[in-house]
């Protein structure tokens, strides 16, 4: 199985930045994962905010493009989320999601980080 564990959550004024980081452990040499950031505020669902997918390519929500960039170093097992001009609406529990994708030697399955806090103040 693979676990998944975020981090580099906090409380920040508007504008500011953070960055987060994602750590995936149990992956497996034949697979392939796509790494993607969620992020969820009390009374919504959870929303797609940017993935970093297996062929290396980024895709972003139109909320955070061009104030999000998110990145993976080639080791491929971790993924970081750069905030920039954090806004207040921007608060909001931020997950990481892992993708194994299917194959020869590879079943579908995703699997969930337990999330990390950003809280954004005026």
């Known amino acids: 199985t693979v676990f998944v564990v975020e981090s580099g959550g906090g409380s920040v004024q508007a504008g500011g930045s953070l960055t987060l980081s994602c750590v995936a452990s149990?992956?497996?040499?034949?697979?392939?994962?796509?790494m993607t950031w969620y992020r969820q505020s009390p009374g919504k669902e959870r929303e797609f905010i940017a993935e970093?997918?297996?062929?290396?390519?980024?895709i972003y929500a139109n909320s955070v493009k061009g104030r999000f960039t998110i990145s993976r170093p080639n080791v491929a097992d971790a993924t970081f989320l750069l905030m920039k001009n954090l806004r207040i609406e921007d608060t909001a529990m931020y997950y990481c999601?892992?993708?194994?994708?299917?194959?020869?030697?590879?079943?579908?399955?995703?699997?969930w980080g337990q999330g990390t806090q950003v809280t954004v103040s005026s």
């Open positions: 970093f997918n297996a062929d290396r390519e980024t």
């Open positions: 999601r892992v993708e194994q994708n299917p194959g020869v030697f590879c079943s579908r399955e995703h699997y």
């Open positions: 149990g992956f497996r040499g034949v697979c392939s994962y796509d």
